[in-house]
């Protein structure tokens, strides 16, 4: 398996309670290297757009509000086999199923304000990727 990059957000929930250091090492200690990250602070559209797949989903209105509650970390990570390892890393959507040691299980609170986000495939890591950074900004 070669390199493969992946796209990852640490949330709001997780950059207001001070955890955005805590990630980075984490991440880091995991084996990714960080080949782009910048800190920004949503518009409503912005994360309608980032999100555009969970329209039609009950929880959309409300993740919207929470992913532009305040900044958030957006970053790319690589690694071998980086979109499966770093969703391992992250554990299930839902903190409560979350194993432990997993960053949602130590730094999320409920199924949505969960800390993390990771692409789930090739396409919407390359979708998220583009939608995030431009080629000047990543390494
Ligand atoms: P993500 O896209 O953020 O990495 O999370 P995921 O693949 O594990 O989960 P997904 O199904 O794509 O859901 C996206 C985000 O929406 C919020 N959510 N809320 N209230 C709910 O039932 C609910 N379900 C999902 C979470 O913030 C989830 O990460
Ligand atoms: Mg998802």
Known sequence: MSLQRTFAVIK???????????????????????????K??????????FYYVH???????????FMTEGPIVALILEKENAIAEWRKLMGATNPEQAEEGTL????GANIE????????????????TRYFFNAMETV
């Open 113 to 128: 304000r969960n800390a993390t986000h990771g692409s789930d495939a090739e396409e919407t890591a390359a979708f998220e």
């Open 40 to 49: 920004m602070h949503l518009t409503k559209s912005q994360a309608e757009g």
């Open 12 to 38: 709001p929930d997780a950059v207001a309670a001070g955890n955005t250091g805590n990630i980075l090492a984490e991440i880091e200690a995991a084996g990714f290297s960080i080949a782009a990250m910048k």
């Open 55 to 65: 329209k039609e989903r009950p929880f959309f209105g409300d993740l919207v509000n």
């Open 104 to 107: 949602r299980k130590k730094y």
